[in-house]
Nanobody, 126 residues
Framework: QAQLVESGGGSVQAGGSLRLSCAAS????????MGWFRQAPGKEREFVAA????????YYTDSVLGRFTISRDSAENMVYLQMNSLKPEDTAVYYC???????????????????WGQGTQVTVSS
């Protein structure tokens, strides 16, 4: 069974930065793409960013464009989310997810991903 483990969450003031990491381990599986989603209290899980493994094409939701950067280390099966200029509305639990193959709905849809991490809390205070 593949496992995803996130790290790097925490509490920062508005305008600050955090870097989230996600390590994929366990049963060897091919990765088509990995993504980051977030879920705030009382809200649905929403797409943040995704990266196709080869080539490293990236996708972002509009609200984080220009502030967040997703990247990957293919050799280590790691994916990162650099978050700059954080805002209070970025506060949420952030989840890492992996898609072993391409689906029909697109990488912004949670159901496209087969594996999920346990989540890491990001809190941004004003």
């Amino acid at each position: 069974q593949a496992q995803l483990v996130e790290s790097g969450g925490g509490s920062v003031q508005a305008g600050g930065s955090l870097r989230l990491s996600c390590a994929a381990s366990g049963r060897t599986f091919s990765i088509y793409a990995m993504g980051w989603f977030r879920q705030a209290p009382g809200k649905e899980r929403e797409f943040v960013a995704a990266i196709r493994w080869n080539p490293g094409i990236t996708y972002y939701t509009d609200s984080v464009l220009g502030r967040f950067t997703i990247s990957r280390d293919s050799a280590e099966n790691m994916v990162y989310l650099q978050m700059n200029s954080l805002k209070p509305e970025d506060t949420a639990v952030y989840y890492c997810a992996a898609a072993p193959q391409s689906g029909r709905r697109g990488l912004m849809v949670p159901s496209e991903y087969s594996y999920w991490g346990q989540g890491t809390q990001v809190t941004v205070s004003s």
